[in-house]
């Protein structure tokens, strides 16, 4: 069965600092993962996805986020972070084998200090 | 704007109630799910549409059920509300089943049952 873990409920970082927020994953084929934005009373915004290739992947509004087989990651990060980064994101994986079925992890709220 | 319209945006029902959350699309997608978002959980799908025509269980379809009215529209009832069904329900979309460019998100439905 295919699963996904955001371990932080919450990550603090100052603005212009580096940011990461953590994804683990676990499925029986190749995944496919997708990093989601969502802000307060919206619905959810595609960021970006890892479907097959470099293992860096590039997304929207300056985000990025690297693929890592041996340690089943996915990491999303920024090099210098905004307060309107604020926002609570989500991972999400598909197993290649495993149907058309998303899981989406329980999110992690990202809140940025001017 | 192009995208995904759920109505209505808020709804308070009493148990035993029963009600029809509505989604349509306007991107010519072909595949439409209904997700339901709770605190400290994710996402959770309920019922997915992988085409006109077919619906199929997700991981939460007890106490509702769907209708893919025509490729636009993807509808979710709730024949007889309980408290547990409190949530936030969002509609999503995708241009295929693979969905590997992602979901396309409505802004979601507040449903409070008391």
């Known amino acids: 069965a295919q699963s996904v873990a955001q371990p932080e409920d919450q990550v603090n970082v100052a603005e212009g600092n580096p940011l990461t927020v953590k994804c683990t994953y676990s499925v029986s084929g190749n995944p496919y993962l997708f990093w989601y934005v969502q802000y307060p009373n919206r619905g959810l915004q595609f960021l970006l996805k890892?479907?097959?290739?470099?293992?860096l992947v590039k997304g929207s509004y300056g985000f990025e986020a690297e693929f890592n087989k041996s340690q089943t990651s996915f990491h999303l990060k920024k090099p210098s972070a905004l307060v309107s980064d604020s926002a609570l994101y989500f991972c999400a994986v598909r197993d290649s084998t495993g149907g058309f079925k998303t899981i989406f992890g329980a999110g992690t709220r990202l809140f940025v200090k001017a | 704007n192009a995208g995904v319209t759920q109505t209505p945006k808020f709804q308070v029902l009493k148990t035993g109630q029963s009600m029809t959350l509505q989604c349509a699309q306007d991107m010519n997608h072909n595949s439409m799910y209904w997700y339901r978002q709770d605190p400290g959980m994710g996402l959770r799908l309920i019922y997915y549409s992988a085409s006109e025509g077919t619906t199929d269980k997700g991981e939460v379809p007890n106490g509702y059920n769907v209708s893919r009215l025509n490729k636009r529209e993807f509808s979710l009832r709730l024949e007889s509300a309980a408290p547990s069904q409190t949530s936030v329900y969002f509609c999503a979309s995708s241009e295929l089943a693979e969905a590997l460019q992602g979901y396309t998100f409505g802004s979601g439905t507040r449903l409070t049952v008391v």
């Open positions: 890892y479907i097959t290739g470099d293992n």
